[in-house]
Nanobody, 121 residues
Framework: QVQLVESGGGLVQAGGSLRLSCAAS????????MGWFRQAPGKERIFVAS????????YYADSVKGRFTISRDNAKNTVYLQMNSLEPEDTDVYYC??????????????WGQGTQVTVSS
């Protein structure tokens, strides 16, 4: 069955870095656009970044441009989110998603279980 498994979240001080990974299985990863979203308790999921199936094009939310980088390794069925210059406002649960490229959660077919990112001031 389809699985997206995120890892790499944790607690970091403001200004620090984290790299999130999302390992995919159960579908042809190299055919799917991939994205990262974030969500606070009781709120909607918010777009963070997305990447085309072949990695040629990437898109970012304005709030993370210049700080976060999305990438993928189709040989490893994995998508990454490098998060630099982290701010307390980046604290959320981060989700990996497959199937869409637009910044709407409705555009994606599959979701991971999420990984907590906490940035302390």
């Amino acid at each position: 069955q389809v699985q997206l498994v995120e890892s790499g979240g944790g607690l970091v001080q403001a200004g620090g870095s984290l790299r999130l990974s999302c390992a995919a299985s159960g579908f042809t990863f190299s055919n799917y656009h991939m994205g990262w979203f974030r969500q606070a308790p009781g709120k909607e999921r918010i777009f963070v970044a997305s990447i085309h199936y072949n990695g040629d094009n990437t898109y970012y939310a304005d709030s993370v441009k210049g700080r976060f980088t999305i990438s993928r390794d189709n040989a490893k069925n994995t998508v990454y989110l490098q998060m630099n210059s982290l701010e307390p406002e980046d604290t959320d649960v981060y989700y990996c998603a497959a199937g869409g490229i637009r910044p709407s959660a409705k555009a994606y077919d599959f979701w991971g279980q999420g990984t907590q990112v906490t940035v302390s001031s």
